[in-house]
């Protein structure tokens, strides 16, 4: 299996992702994952991208905004409409989609504030890519930080997602309660992270990469990586 990590001016998690991943790959036989800057407008062929948490261009205009345009991402695009996994963490969430690679927005925080702090996520779903080394239910625990993580759709776009089961993790109690409280930001349906229409694009805001290594605090984070690289390999 071969990884691809797309670097924008101010992504701040690659290398957090580029670990994260080797680790999975190399487990399995594998080498670590290339590291793409933006400006590339092509890149070895690789069979997953993952656009990394960060500021990238500063968020100056609106977050991913800018970055939806650098050169890469036409690579990008191109390659995710024809089925190369991709996917984005925090800021690469919020890219995905400016790009229109996802459906609905990332706006500002309820509390119009900025939120680091360990929340628990309800895995909707097993089937997928990104989620197969979950079961669909289980409780994890995952890292935020982000000013701009409060998920927005249209009603009957959302209602379509819902049918199409294209919620892949949901903010919820330790118990695995939807529960408004457990909402960190106000996204609609206590949502944390969404598939495009086949799966093989995700977007969420937690950081699966901070939290994939015993020494971080806990593993919860490492099973997303597992699932990909057993996958994909």
Known sequence: MKAAVIVFPGSN????????LARAMRAR???APIM????????????????PGGFSYGDYLRCGAMAAHSPVMKEVVRRARRGVPVLGICNGFQILTEAGLLPGAL????????????????VETFQS????????????R????HHDGNYVAAEDQLARMEERGQIAFRYCTAEGV??????????????????????????????????ADAMLGGR??????DGLVEALS
């Open 13 to 20: 998690c690659d290398r957090d992702v580029q670990v994260a």
């Open 29 to 31: 036989g594998g080498g």
């Open 36 to 51: 793409v800057w933006h400006k590339e407008v092509d890149f070895a062929p690789v069979d997953l991208i993952v656009l």
């Open 107 to 122: 706006i500002r925080n309820a509390n119009l504030k900025f939120i680091c702090k360990d929340v628990y996520l309800r």
């Open 129 to 140: 890519l990104f989620t197969c080394a979950y079961t669909a239910g289980q409780t994890i």
């Open 142 to 145: 995952i890292p935020v930080a």
């Open 178 to 211: 939807l529960a408004p409280e457990a909402n960190p930001n106000g996204s609609m349906g206590n949502i944390a992270g969404v598939f495009n229409e086949t799966k093989t694009v995700l977007g969420m805001m937690p950081h699966p990469e901070r939290l």
């Open 220 to 225: 919860d984070g490492a099973a997303l990586f």
